[in-house]
């Protein structure tokens, strides 16, 4: 079965400390791994699109990097802001416009 | 640009009422996708769309319809809902070429008392 799992489900962090979130898939085959950032009350924004081909890209203070052996996938967070408290997605994406495979997301909160 | 504009932002509905979500873009997006989300889940495809006239189901199509007339509007209608139609329901859309991000709406937030 096609899944995408993220962990932490949730996460508190001081502001201006660093974070990491996981996403774990089994989705085949593979066409590319989308981070997106989820602000309440608003819709999917997208952070990084990464192919097969790539393991590291960046955004900003949000690097995202990809282990297509393992199907990992984490985005990391530099010196985050009250403005980063958010659900963050990781989709997972097979060949054919309609094959997203979407996480639950994790819930980043950053305290001052 | 707008980007994707939904409306209504929020609505309440009796059950066996029906209604219509309206979806616009003005980037020129070939593709064009319903999702709906629930609390703890993940996003669900309801209904998508690659161009004006041709629509397909998703992973949850049922008691939902769309069309797709233009390239610009992708409207998601409910018939005789059902309280488990409660729901976030964003629109997206996405232009043809491969590896591109899909642009979402902020969403319709629809209750079913």
């Known amino acids: 079965k096609n899944q995408v799992e993220q962990s932490p489900q949730s996460l508190i962090i001081l502001e201006g400390k660093n974070c990491t979130l996981q996403?774990?898939?089994?989705?085949?085959?593979?066409?590319?791994l989308r981070w997106y950032k989820q602000d309440t009350g608003r819709g999917p924004v997208s952070l990084t699109i990464?192919?097969?081909?790539?393991n590291t890209k960046s955004n900003g203070r949000y690097t995202a990097t990809l282990d297509a052996d393992t199907k990992q996938s984490s985005l990391h967070i530099t010196a985050s802001q009250l403005s980063d408290s958010a659900s963050y997605i990781c989709?997972?994406?097979?060949?054919?416009?309609?094959?997203?495979?979407f996480g639950t997301g994790t819930r980043l909160l950053v305290s001052p | 640009n707008a980007g994707v504009t939904q409306t209504p932002k929020f609505r309440i509905l009796k059950i066996g009422q029906s209604m219509t979500l309206q979806c616009t873009q003005d980037?020129?997006?070939?593709?064009m996708y319903w999702y709906r989300q629930d609390p703890g889940m993940g996003l669900k495809l309801i209904y998508y769309?690659?161009?004006?006239?041709?629509?397909d189901k998703g992973e949850v199509p049922n008691g939902y319809n769309v069309s797709r007339s233009t390239t610009e509007d992708f409207p998601l209608r409910l018939e005789l809902a059902a309280p488990s139609q409660t729901s976030v329901y964003f629109c997206?859309?996405?232009?043809?070429?491969?590896?591109?991000?899909?642009?979402f709406g902020d969403g319709t937030r629809l209750s079913i008392l």
């Open positions: 996403c774990n898939y089994t989705v085949s085959p593979f066409s590319n």
């Open positions: 769309s690659v161009g004006a006239g041709i629509t």
């Open positions: 989709v997972v994406t097979s060949p054919g416009f309609q094959k997203l495979v």
């Open positions: 997206a859309s996405r232009s043809a070429w491969e590896n591109q991000p899909q642009h």
């Open positions: 990464m192919t097969f081909s790539e």
């Open positions: 980037m020129n997006h070939n593709y």
